[in-house]
């Protein structure tokens, strides 16, 4: 009889066996799919640099928004992350201008299709520049530090106007330090 129970015992341990590999087999995959979704609909950046201040500071982390890139293009005021591979490194702007808008810079104030920005999110003050056409597909982005020399973006001739097809996410907010991002005021 105890024979007979070894058996049985030995029979019944290996569906046992099955359903733990198969458990662990199920949350490897569950974990594999969440970080695959995860790492490409969001992700994190570390802000290097004053560019963006008062907005963001340097070291600040953020979350980035990919998804919105399939649901839209970025319009007026979006804080956007650029791949920029003539650098070799990303760039952390906000949309000035968007297809068809027209910007110039007269005495420090940005003006975008005959109309001055209210921008109480910036820092400094920008140079003057010529009024520039925004092409198809592209965009005006500037850093809210527009002190003279603090952040390279499309004012500066080398980059100009950024193609859509760059954008590698939208800025969500801050982790670190947690705060939400400074949106234009509406006119």
Known sequence: MAEELEVLDSKANVPQKKQGVWSWVRLLLIVGIIFVVLN????????SGNSMNPTLQSGNVLLIN???????VPKYGDIVIINEDRLGYSL????????????????????VNGLPLLESYTYGQSEDMEEVVIGMDELFVA????????SLDSRDPELG????????????FSLWPMHTLAKPLKL
């Open 66 to 72: 990919k998804l919105a890139l399939f649901l839209g």
């Open 92 to 111: 952390v702007k906000r949309v000035i201008a968007v297809e068809g808008d027209k910007v110039a810079i007269e005495e420090g104030v940005t003006y």
């Open 143 to 150: 850093g809210d530090n527009r002190t003279l020399g603090e």
């Open 161 to 172: 106007p950024i193609h859509i097809r760059d954008i590698k996410g939208y800025a969500a």
């Open 40 to 47: 490409n609909l969001t992700g994190l950046m570390r802000v």
